[in-house]
């Protein structure tokens, strides 16, 4: 009786088994066979290039704006001129030359003066090929900071430094001419941009021989 059982439900398995294993196959067969839907990119230009290549165009400077704009600004005073006076007197004495400077407010006003640092001044010699052969301020150190100055009308600043006539090196000096110039160091000081001494006012220059 068990025997026959067994028979009857392994006859019955098998065909539940292969039902299963072809409906399996129907089911994946049919979903690969489906493609996903297909994405469709469309890239569209936002740019309109007549439109930036007219932009482009008027960007073109006109070449007689050019040189008015050049001539515009040639007339216009790179700097301002007769409110300041540097003087630089040459004295002997016996240790070599002693050197005096005075930076004078010449104008009718009250003028008021920057420097960029400690240095106020400068002293250079040339000799006769135009050569530097010394300059006061080249061993020398100054505070980093901005100073203001205010001169009154016909007041002035005033230095004094010796120099014993050797060079950079600290050789004495061979006989010939020298140009000793005194720089002086200062800004102008106001509310207008682009508003400077006249350089000429702002150096010195002397000849002195050495025999």
Request: net charge negative; aromatic share 8%; proline share 4%.
């Amino acid at each position: 009786m068990k025997v026959v059982i067994a028979r009857a439900l392994r006859g019955l398995m098998y065909p539940c088994v292969l039902f299963i294993l072809l409906a399996a196959g129907s089911y994946q067969s049919a979903h690969s066979a489906e493609s996903p839907p297909a994405v469709k990119i469309r890239l569209e230009s936002t740019v309109d290039v007549a439109k930036e290549v007219k932009a482009i165009e008027k960007m073109k400077i006109d070449p007689s704006r050019v040189q008015q704009l050049v001539t515009d600004k040639s007339k216009q005073p790179p700097y301002v001129s007769g409110r300041f006076k540097t003087t630089l007197h040459v004295e002997e004495d016996a240790d070599g030359l002693l050197l005096h400077i005075a930076f004078q407010n010449v104008s009718d006003q009250e003028q008021h003066l920057s420097f960029s640092s400690g240095q106020m001044f400068d002293i250079i010699v040339r000799n006769e090929q135009g050569d530097e052969v010394y300059r006061w301020s080249e061993d020398k150190a100054f505070i980093a900071v901005l100073i203001d100055k205010s001169l009154d009308k016909g007041e002035a600043l005033q230095f004094t430094e010796a120099w014993n006539m050797k060079d950079r090196e600290g050789n004495q000096l061979p006989k010939g001419r020298y140009t000793v110039t005194a720089q002086m160091m200062a800004r102008l000081k106001t509310d207008q941009v682009n508003q400077r001494i006249n350089p000429e006012e702002l150096v010195d220059h002397q000849i002195w021989e050495i025999r």
